[in-house]
């Protein structure tokens, strides 16, 4: 029985690609607390996210796997000054 071992220049952009979808997801789910201009900010950062990861698909495979965590902290950051200084959620 072989084993067949984990590639990430083939794998890696379909980890990113699948993890867009998780930041994707998290930026739709922040119309619960956030107004509607806080929801397309949270949308707008996913553009040049999928634009890297767009172009890291062909020349930094390996690297795709980082764009949704760098994804996912922007959009925590965006959450946590909108609910502390903008009164998002009240």
């Not at 379909?14 to 806080?38: D, E, H, K, N, R």
């Not at 900010?41 to 690297?63: F, G, N, Q, Y």
């Amino acid at each position: 029985m072989s084993r067949r071992k984990l590639q990430p220049q083939r794998s890696g952009p379909w980890i990113g690609v699948a993890g867009m979808f998780i930041v994707l997801w998290y930026a739709i789910t922040s119309v619960l607390y956030a107004p509607w201009w806080g929801v397309v900010l949270s949308l707008a950062l996913i553009v040049p996210e999928a634009m890297l990861l767009a172009r890291w698909a062909r020349t930094k495979p390996v690297w795709c796997v980082a764009v949704p965590l760098i994804g996912a902290l922007l959009n925590a950051g965006l959450a946590y000054v909108g609910a502390t200084f903008w009164g998002w959620g009240r």
